[in-house]
C-alpha cells in the first residue's frame, strides 16, 4: 500500500526510525513523499532512494560514528580549543564528513540533485537564524535566489542536521547576503503539517513517525540548575510547536517512539544499543500497525 510519511527528528535514537520502517516494509507499506527534520531526513532520504531498511541499517551500522565528529585542526588541546570553536564557528564539529557520506549514498542510487527526483518527494526542515524563520527544503529554495532543483540534496540534510552549537551552521549565500542556517529541529522537529493544508486534496494515507512519547506521557522537565534549564529549553522549542498540533490532528496516524537512555548526540554508542533501538521502533510499529485503522 502506498502512503506519504513523516519522520522526526532524534539524533542517534534515529536507529528506532529503522526499525519502524522495517515493519512498515515486511507489511508492504511504501513511501510516495516523505517530509523530515534532522536525523529523520536521513532515514528519509534514504528510503527515496531506495534503500531497504536492511540496506540502511547496515550502511548506518557500517559508517564510524566518532568519524562524524570532524573538527578542526588545532594546536590547542580541544578542552581549550572547543570554547573558540563554538565562539568563532558557532559550533564544534564541521558537519563535513555527514554531507560527504550521504553524498556518495545517494549517488550511488543515481540520485544528487533534487531534479533527480519527483516533485515533493522529499522536503526537509531547517531553521534560518539570519532571517528568524523555518524554511521548507528545496520549496523555499526559491525566495534565497537558489535553483531548486540543482540544489544538493545532501547539503540540505547537512543543514537539517545542523544541532546548534554541536555543528557549524550552512552558510548559505543568497541574494541579500550570507544567511546561517541550522537543524530544522529549532522550528519543527515533526512536520506533519506539510501534508495537512486545506487547498491541498489528501490522495492517500499520511503515516508519522515521532521518536519521542505522545504529549500524554511526556515526563515534566526537572530544573534545578543552568543545564537543565539549557536542555530544557532545546527539547521545548523542538516539540512544542508540534505538540500543539498533533494534540489536535493526525494522533491516531502517528507511532510514538518511546527511546530513552540515548542521548542525541551519543556518537559512541555500542552495537548492542544500536540494535535495542531498532527493536524499539520495530515493536512500536508492529504494536500501532497492528491497530491502525488508515
Known sequence: MKIDGVFSG???????????????ESRG???VRVAATSAGSII???????????????????????KMLDTRKTIIPFSIAKWMLVYWKLGLYKGNELEKWLKEKLEAKGLRTFSDLPPDTLRVIASDLSNGQMIVIPDDLEKF??????????????????????????????????????DGGVLSNFPM??????????????????????EYEHEKHQIKNG????????????????????????????????????????????????????????????????????
Open 44 to 66: 528519509a532520504a534514504l528510503i527515496v532512494a531506495g534503500y531497504t531498511s536492511k540496506e540502511i541499517y547496515k550502511l548506518v551500522d557500517e559508517f564510524d560514528l566518532p
Open 10 to 24: 532524534g539524533g542517534i535514537k534515529g536507529f528506532a526510525l529503522i526499525g519502524a520502517y522495517e515493519e512498515l
Open 145 to 182: 535566489g537558489i535553483n531548486p532543483a540543482s540544489f544538493p540534496i545532501s547539503k540540505a540534510i547537512r543543514m537539517s542536521c545542523s544541532i546548534p552549537y554541536f555543528y557549524e551552521p550552512v552558510k548559505l549565500r543568497s541574494m541579500d547576503g550570507v544567511n546561517v542556517i541550522v
Open 227 to 294: 543545564i537543565q534549564l539549557f536542555g530544557a529549553l532545546i527539547e521545548t522549542m523542538k516539540d512544542a510547536h508540534d505538540q500543539r498540533y498533533i494534540s489536535k490532528k493526525h494522533v491516531d496516524n502517528i507511532i510514538f517512539i518511546k527511546a530513552e537512555g540515548v542521548s542525541l548526540t551519543e556518537f559512541s554508542i555500542s552495537d548492542e544499543k544500536k540494535q535495542k533501538l531498532f527493536e524499539i521502533g520495530k515493536n512500536h510499529a508492529k504494536k500501532f500497525l497492528d491497530q491502525w485503522s488508515y
Open 193 to 214: 503539517w506539510l501534508f495537512d493544508t486545506e487547498t491541498v486534496k489528501k490522495v492517500r494515507p499520511v503515516l508519522g513517525i515521532k521518536l519521542s512519547p505522545s
Open 29 to 31: 507499506f511504501q513511501f
